[in-house]
């Protein structure tokens, strides 16, 4: 069973409108959450990475939240443009210790399109 | 920037022909990845390297192997491909950060190739 589960699976928003993403884990102990951006024929780009203790985190119009307590991030796209249609993939890590590896999930992704 | 380059975007080959996929990076990373990517099922790790000539299995090494003669360059290898193995494969590299877990830094991803075996 996946242990990053993300939805909605696909979602069309108006340009200039808003959205969020759900990504929901089971990976323990966790490391850091990374929330991923695939445009079309291109590999995943990293927007934002957060670690245990942190509960917010922005990189221009992407805001990603955690709550490490009950496993959930969010992904919030503010004032949406044209350029924001892309897969947005959630990755978790965990168990790893220092200079050594744990290991890495992958959710499926949300298929974002934003249309004029 | 980091720049990690693939050799083909699309490739069509025969059931049971050896292929050759090749991935350089030239940020001078330690670690370098090879991922395939299906609808619905997210990326799955085939593959990784955190040195020269080291390798280790990811989560479906199963009818791949790999080669890391250079630090800069990372091969997969499917041996007799199968149809199952149609998919877009994705090479990464990131640095090695001493005092981290070998996941916890970027990983910088390649355009992927889009393999298709008939």
């Known amino acids: 069973k996946n242990q990053v589960e993300q939805s909605p699976q696909s979602l069309i928003i108006l340009e200039g409108k808003n959205c969020t993403l759900q990504c929901n884990y089971t990976v323990s102990p966790f490391s850091n959450l990374r929330w991923y951006k695939q445009d079309t024929g291109r590999g995943p780009v990293s927007l934002t990475i957060m670690t245990f203790s942190e509960n917010t985190k922005s990189n221009g119009r992407y805001t990603a939240t955690l709550d490490a307590d009950t496993k959930q991030s969010s992904l919030h796209i503010t004032a949406s443009q044209l350029s924001d249609s892309a897969s947005y993939i959630c990755?978790?890590?965990?168990?790893?210790?220092?200079?050594?590896?744990?290991?890495?999930?992958f959710g499926a992704g949300t298929q974002v399109v934003v249309t004029p | 920037d980091v720049k990690v380059t693939q050799s083909s975007r699309y490739l069509v080959k025969r059931t049971g022909e050896k292929v050759f996929l090749e991935c350089v990076q030239d940020m001078d990373h330690e670690n370098m990845f090879w991922y395939r990517q299906d609808p619905g099922l997210g990326l799955r790790l085939i593959y990784f390297?955190?040195?020269?000539?080291?390798?280790e299995k990811g989560d479906i090494p199963e009818g791949y192997s790999v080669s890391r003669e250079k630090k800069e360059r990372f091969s997969l290898i499917l041996e007799s491909a199968s149809t199952n193995q149609t998919s877009m494969y994705l090479c990464?590299?990131?640095?090695?950060?001493?005092?981290?877990?070998?996941?916890?830094?970027?990983?910088?991803f390649g355009p992927g190739t889009r393999l298709t075996v008939l």
């Open positions: 990755v978790v890590s965990g168990g790893g210790k220092t200079d050594s590896w744990g290991k890495l999930q």
């Open positions: 390297s955190y040195d020269v000539k080291m390798k």
């Open positions: 990464a590299s990131s640095p090695l950060l001493t005092g981290t877990s070998g996941w916890d830094n970027e990983q910088f």
